[in-house]
């Protein structure tokens, strides 16, 4: 019984058992499907977690933050290392830039080249377009410069014979021919000739208008040496005379004026180089016109004039006038004063020579046209140098022996000269250190050459050849120095006087005492001159004024005009 009650019971739970598998089979295909649930997380050791944070630094992964996590109690381990390792390692970067590279401690040319790298196709850009641009100038210069220096002509310095007077009765040299010899044996050589490379000498010869009607070349009056020295920053002005005795190398003793004639400007600076010791590098020819025309284009010159230099004016001026084709009257003055004068009355001041200092005051208003000329020129704008290169290139209004190098040279430095340098003034031969003597029926200057080399050696370079205990071995007697009062000749020329009114060009005048403050006047006598020495400038008083003539008792007759060495006789002039 027991056991068919037990098999019963176990049938029971088998049926029982079955229908709750198959009810459970049909609410399961009746239920709604729901969407899978993720396989659970498997919750990661600590040493794992950082080995895991590690692997994702090193290849830049940075696992992003659950969507239900909220908060770092939400996260798991993993996250909060990952996110732990993280933010330190983003701290430390931040903290690490400015120690590797701190913008303050670059140096300007890292800095210059990090710009450049940055701005590397802009600096191309503009680097091609200021080559391009550079180009164009250069050319349009070189364009420039050709036509203009084409223009200006070389000199024609062919030799020509020069007539020599005979030596006459009224000759003051006792030998002439002994004193011509020594004045040819006192030539200097190569090895005596100063130069330097800091200092450029160019000599200015001046074209008289009657030398340029016609058709031989003529003497010069103006020998006027430029001295440019870059070292000290001045502008030396020197003058020669005229009228010097001298050897010319070749032809013979003469005058140095006739030095020109004979062959020209390089004969002329061959001659002043043997015989004074100075290296001229270059020559320039400017006639007349041209004087006239600079003048005019500057508009003008200053210049205080005295009654005599007014009178004196109006020979030179009318005979410019024929020259120039003008009416014989036009630009004549009439009374004293400051005038404003224009290029034919620049000119015509300027040759003033009988009655206002004779050749030596002509020469030291040559030396104040040009230095006034000069210092005008400092303000010209384009236009105005445009008009004087026109003019000057015109025709043969000017010649010279200057290379394109050596224009090149001079514009290159130009603007620094002629605006900045310090303009001296000297003449040669210097005060007390020549005679005036008779030769060849010739009024002419008889200089120590030694003592006027050392003047103008030191004017120019500051240095000399000469020693200083040497001196010419033909040297004339001194003229006697004038006494106190002095007492002259009435019926000789009007004895020569140096005016001591302060002007623009001469040294500051010191009265003799405090309470003295009218101007005087001192008689020249022969005294050592020195390179500091400044001629004077012609000054407004009434009085004849000149400057460095020492007095001499036998001044040059004024009438009639010398008869000079081609024979024919010299008009009045200059």
Known sequence: MSDERNNGEMHSDEESLNDLIASAIEKKKDAPKKEPQPAPVKEMTLQESIAQAKYNKQNGIRPAPRKEQTSEQDMSIEDMVANAMHKKSGKSQRAKAPEEEPEEEKSFWQKAKEFFVRNKLKFIIAGMVIVVVALIALLVFILFFNHYYKRIERENASRVEVSVNSIGESDTVSNVVEYEDYLKDQLKDYADIMASKEVYNVLLVGEDLRDTAGESRGNTDVMLLVSVNRETKKIILTSFMRDIYIYIPDVGSNKLNSAYAAGGASLLKDTLEKNFGVKIDNYVIVNFYTFIQIVDILGGIEADLTQVMVDEMRNPMMEQNMYLGNPSTQDLLSV??????????????????????????????????????????????????????????????????LSQEDVLSLLYNAVDYYRNYEIQQIQIPASGYFTTQTIREMDCLCPDFAANTEILQMAIYGKTFVNPEQTSQYVFEEPPVYTDPPVYDTTAAPPQVYETTTSETTPEYVPPTETETTTSETVVTPEETTIEEQPPAVTTTPEPVVTDQPPNPTPPPQTPPPVDNTGQQEAPAA
């Not at 003033?352 to 005008?376: H, P, S």
């Open 336 to 401: 004293a004063g400051h005038y404003n004068l224009n290029g034919n009355q620049a000119l015509g001041y300027a040759r003033i020579r009988y009655n206002v200092g004779d050749d030596y005051g002509r020469t030291a208003r040559q030396r104040e046209v040009i230095q006034k000329m000069i210092e005008k020129s400092r303000g010209m704008d384009l236009g105005q140098m445009k008009d004087i290169l026109d003019k000057v290139t015109e025709g043969d209004n000017v010649r010279w022996d």
